[in-house]
Structures are given as C-alpha cells and as structure tokens.
C-alpha cells in the first residue's frame, strides 16, 4: 500500500469536523458551560491572567486537545523528533465536551474551540493573549484574521481552519439540484437525505431557507423554523453528522454537511467525480476553527512553537485534513486538490459575505434549545 494510500485510509477515517449536538444536546452545552465558569457571561479568570507574557521555546511536552484526525499526524511526528519532545493528544467529540474538560481542572497547551466557543472563552477571561509578532508564519495568514468578530484585533487566537455548510450529493444519482437549501428532499434522493445532527446548522438552515438572519432568535421566526425542520422530516432518512459513511456508503444520496467532508468522501469512493458540493442561495454558514492557548496551560512556549509549525506546513496540512487553511501558501495546493472547484474553497469573500453562528446567550440560546428539543422530539 502506498503511503498516499494509507493517508487516505486515515482521512476516511477521521471524525467530521464536529460532532452533534444530540437530541438535548443543548443542555450539555449549557451545563459544559456552567462547568467552565462561562455561563450567562461569567468570567473564571482575571484580565490580568490573560495578559502573562510568553514566549515562542521548547518548555516542556505539548499537551494537545482537539478533534480525533483533524491534523496531520505526519506534522505531529515531524514536531517532535525536531524538538525531542512528546505531543500528548487528546481529543473532544465536540464542543461542549471540550468546555467541559476546561472547567473540570484539566491542563491543555493548546485547543482549537471554533469561532462563537473562542468568543466565549474570551470574555470569560479563559484564554492567553497571543504574541503574534513572535510567530512568524503567522504573517501567511489573510488578513481578514487581522480583526475577527470573535477576538478583537486576534489578541488571543489565530485560525486554524475555514468551513462552510452546503448539501453534498450523488451526481451519479441526482442530476436536478437547483442551488437552494430546499434541494435536501430533492425527489429523485427517493429519501436518501439527511440533515446534519446539529443544533446549530439545522436551526441555521431553516432560518437561511425561511429568508432570515443565520441567527435569528425572534420566537416566530424560531416557530418557523421549526415547522420547516418538522415538516422535512418524513422525506428524510434522518438527522446525522456521521457524513462520511451515509455518502460513501450509499446510504444517503445528498447530505448536509461540510466542505471537508467531501475530500474525505472522495478519498473513500471508487470515482471521486460522483460526490459533488453545492453551496445554496439563500446563504451558507461559514466559519473557522482556531488556535488558543488555555490561561492554565503549562507549556505555553512549545504550544506558540507548534502554532507556528503547523501554520508553516499549512498547505501539507490542509491537503491531509481537507479543510482549507486561512494562509495565502495554502489556496493554490488546495485548489488543486479541490481540482478548482469554487464551491468547495472558502475564500475572503466567503467569508465576507457569508454568516458566522453568533454566541448566543440567556434566553435567546434557551429559545434554540427548546426549538432543536421539540424538532428531534417530533
């Protein structure tokens, strides 16, 4: 076997990006939440413990939690023979699980929360500041990274990887997608669909569909999105984001999913040209995971030089994972591994133009969790 092969096999094997938020799954949130002190807004940590100064050096082994196969284990390796060092991993099925070992009196070097998690860590005090000037690759980065939303000025984080949501089908099977969301319970899926097993992205999907902001929180507008998702139902397979296998198996002709998700699909089908990514009109959401380094890390130097590493190696990276990185040496080799497809790249104006999940927040997140309770319990 050769070795591009067993990368193949290790890509196909990996977890999707993010695991579901499961039936009541918003409640675990909540209490991964109240674990970590970030509840309703609350800080854990004073601004001052944000504000150590650290430094890019070798300061021990790199205790590591992220997503199971969401790097390049090749990277890994080359990491630490070049520095003699170990990278201890560990890894979270999703973000309340990471929350919840934050608060638990776990040590990490380094995490990678997605966007609307980071903003909460921030504002809860929960993260280091960054010293970007003494992270050299950090200068490959799009500048629209500069000042995210999530982290004024990237004080404390720095992406890690980029995503958006589409619905990717079987062009083998369908050949009458029309570009909107509504495409989910296309006929000719026959009920091979499936909406992806997240709060999030399913309430996200109906608000976009239903002609509204991603985050809309009026209580109409969440009753109408509940109706939509209800009334999907019955042509659907189910709700998953167990998207690698339902596509590459057969058992579902189009999926909600991620971008990445359809490298990895491919890597797992006899003609890759068969599983195609649509982005929809009425909008997509978009968005990116980051870099940061928890205020109680012990080894915050080797986790500035791992970040530093990995975002050198950003096309290497990307081409593994595949998800794009937000580096300028990384779009032209992802391009061709997406063989140009546009649909798949996420670009500025993407994310420019598409919408980010907000951390919501009191009512608003409790009128979410009801709204995905009732939708699962229908």
């Not at 009458?176 to 999030?200: C, E, H, K, Y």
């Not at 984001?241 to 198996?249: A, E, H, V």
């Amino acid at each position: 076997m050769t070795g591009r092969n067993i990368d193949r096999l290790w890509v196909a094997n990996r977890m999707t990006r993010r695991d579901a938020f499961k039936v009541g799954g918003g409640f675990a949130v909540a209490a991964g939440l109240s674990a970590c002190g970030v509840g309703n807004g609350a800080g854990t940590s004073s601004e001052s413990a944000t504000e150590v100064k650290i430094e890019p050096k070798i300061d021990g082994d790199l205790v590591y939690f992220n997503y199971a196969q969401y790097i390049n284990p090749s990277l890994v390796k080359q990491f630490e023979q070049k520095h003699g060092i170990q990278v201890r991993e560990s890894y979270y099925d999703s973000m309340p699980a990471m929350m919840a070992k934050l608060g638990s009196g776990n040590h990490y070097d380094l995490v990678f929360p997605s966007a609307e998690f980071a903003d909460k860590l921030i504002k809860a005090n929960r993260l280091l500041q960054i010293p970007r000037d003494k992270i050299p690759a950090a200068a490959d980065i799009y500048p629209y990274y500069d000042d995210p939303w999530y982290d004024p000025g990237s004080a404390h984080t720095l992406p890690y990887s980029l995503y958006l949501t589409g619905l990717g089908y079987r062009a083998d099977k369908i050949d009458t997608m029309t570009g909107s969301w509504r495409d989910i319970i296309n006929p000719q899926a026959d009920g091979r669909s499936f909406v992806l097993d997240d709060f999030q992205e399913g309430i996200g999907m109906a608000n976009l569909v239903n002609g509204y902001d991603l985050n809309a929180v009026e209580q109409d507008q969440l009753d109408e999105a509940q109706d939509y998702l209800v009334g999907l139902k019955p042509h659907l397979r189910g709700f998953s984001t167990d998207t690698i296998t339902n596509m590459s198996s057969g058992n579902a002709w189009i999926q909600h999913l991620w971008n990445g998700d359809v490298i990895n699909i491919r890597y797992r089908v006899d003609d890759p040209d068969t599983i195609q990514f649509q982005k929809n009109e009425e909008g997509w959401p978009v968005g990116s995971d980051v870099f940061a380094i928890p205020t109680d890390a012990e080894h915050p130097g080797t986790a500035l030089m791992f970040i530093d590493f990995i975002l050198e190696n950003s096309a290497k990276n990307a081409g593994w994972t595949g998800y794009p990185m937000p580096t300028h040496s990384s779009a032209k080799p992802y391009a061709e591994l997406t063989r140009n497809e546009p649909e798949l790249q996420v670009t500025i104006e993407d994310l420019e133009k598409g919408q980010q999940f907000a951390n919501l927040e009191g009512a608003d997140r409790e009128a979410w969790d009801r709204t995905w309770t009732e939708v699962k319990a229908a």
